[in-house]
T-cell receptor, first 112, second 114 residues
């Protein structure tokens, strides 16, 4: 069966520090991968998606970047965090051609 | 940008009653999906309805889709305390790059009162 792992679960970082959130998927190959951000009490905003190794599409201009160094690994990064980067970050995957998204448990980032 | 808008934003009902949530969207879609999120957790897929379908059932869930009105509804029958969660609709369209992506609404916070 397929599983998705996302870490760290909780992160408190000072403004200006770097960020790395990691997501890995097991039990499937060549998945579409997604990073979403959820502000407190709000809906989900799509940040990045990837259809293959090294292929990243950005949905919104921002202080963040994403990379896919391996087929089932998706990394969200920042060189210098801003206060506005605080939020709940969710990684998700789906098989191409199917509808359902499978989500990780999320990473809660607080920038102070 | 948000594609879907759920209505109401919050809903409180007594256990055993039915809960109805609505979703409106703006552009043509391939399918519409409903997800559930318990507080502080990831989202869980509930049901998918394709653009050529009008109604779909799964257990106590019933989803309708009206593409002419660009709207959908989720009905949860015989609600239980465990149904307390946020519910999101999501629409699948085609991006500028021809790849699949889901756009989520703002969610309905459902509280079931025991």
């Amino acid at each position: 069966s397929q599983t998705i792992h996302q870490w760290p679960a909780t992160l408190v970082q000072p403004v200006g520090s770097p960020l790395s959130l990691e997501c890995t998927v097991e039990g499937t190959s060549n998945p579409n991968l997604y990073w979403y951000r959820q502000a407190a009490g709000r809906g989900l905003q799509l940040l990045f998606y990837s259809v293959g190794i090294g292929q990243i599409s950005s949905e919104v201009p921002q202080n963040l970047s994403a990379s896919r160094p391996q087929d089932r690994q998706f990394i969200l990064s920042s060189k210098k965090l801003l206060l506005s980067d605080s939020g709940f970050y969710l990684c998700a995957w789906k098989q191409r051609g199917t509808g359902e998204l499978f989500f990780g448990e999320g990473s809660r980032l607080t920038v102070l | 940008s948000q594609q879907g808008e759920e209505d109401p934003q919050a809903l409180s009902i007594q256990e055993g009653e039915n809960a109805t949530m609505n979703c409106s969207y703006k552009t043509s879609i391939n399918n519409l999906q409903w997800y559930r999120q318990n507080s502080g957790r990831g989202l869980v897929h509930l049901i998918l309805i394709r653009s050529n379908e009008r109604e779909k059932h799964s257990g106590r869930l019933r989803v309708t889709l009206d593409t002419s009105k660009k709207s959908s509804s989720l009905l949860i029958t015989a609600s239980r305390a465990a149904d307390t969660a946020s519910y999101f609709c999501a629409t699948e369209g085609i991006s500028n790059f021809g790849n699949e992506k889901l756009t989520f609404g703002t969610g309905t916070r459902l509280t079931i009162i025991p």
